[in-house]
């Protein structure tokens, strides 16, 4: 029964996430179980294509992105994909009416992975239109339920949100993009006279859209809200640690939050939420 094939794509879906993000999967467990599952597919689904291009040196990796693309429309046409992860993602895809345009802009932006290596700041809006902000859409549609005027309401501080998050992976990874994959996303940048000015300069940026999407979280269904708000403190952590080191240690090595420190930031955003604090 498909049924069977179905539960088995979700638990891939969700063991990737649980795999490649610990901070995402915690955070997604304080989600209403009932929309759980249709947010384990979206991140299945963009982390498998952000695989595609970071990680499969040794294999075409602009032919596995272009099967990718081919068969993500293919399973949202026919409502079913043998791929596990493409299999759960057309589930929710359909389900909840996520935009295909979100969809092809999000691939379009894994594809600019394969060739770019330096951005302008026309390029960089986009990318991060298409790698970022169309994937808090995605989600949006799933936190929403239908309801498109709320939707609309909250889309500009969704996009905001997946911007901030993708800015500050960006940041994180300043040293591996450029020494592992020749990359650098922050437009007008160059990472030989990478210094304290260019480092404030782009906090500066990461920011501004933590501060224009917290409102938006405010206003998230109760069922969302949580979860949301878990993966904002995280991110916002990691920010404000980011930002206490020096611009060349950042060069130098991924920072990161200790689990230990993970888990307490958690229980005191359960402890705010529990107290109709947030």
Known sequence: MKTIFDQVSLRTSRQLTRTY???????????????????YAVYGFV??????????????????????????????????????????????ANRYKIDRELIGAFL????????????????????????????GLMCLHIFTDADKALYENLKPQAMKLGSAFQKINFLRDLCSDYNTLGRTYFPGTDIRTWDEATKRRVEEDIRAD?????????KLPRRSRFGVYVAYMYYYSLFRKIRSVPAQRVLQERIRIPNGRKYALFLGSYLRHSFNLL
């Open 21 to 39: 993000s610990t901070s995402f999967s915690l955070a997604i467990r304080f989600l209403d179980r009932k929309i759980q599952a249709p947010v």
């Open 47 to 92: 982390r498998l294509a952000d695989e595609i291009v970071d990680s499969f040196h040794d294999y075409d990796k602009a032919e596995l992105l272009a099967g990718f693309r081919r068969d993500t429309f293919l399973a949202l046409d026919r409502g079913i994909s043998v791929n596990p992860v493409l299999n759960s993602f057309q589930e929710a």
């Open 108 to 135: 379009d932006s894994m594809e600019m992975d394969l060739h770019k290596q330096r951005y302008s700041q026309v390029e960089y809006e986009k990318y991060i239109l298409g790698s970022a902000e169309t994937v």
């Open 210 to 218: 933590f501060s224009a999407a917290f409102d938006g979280i405010l």
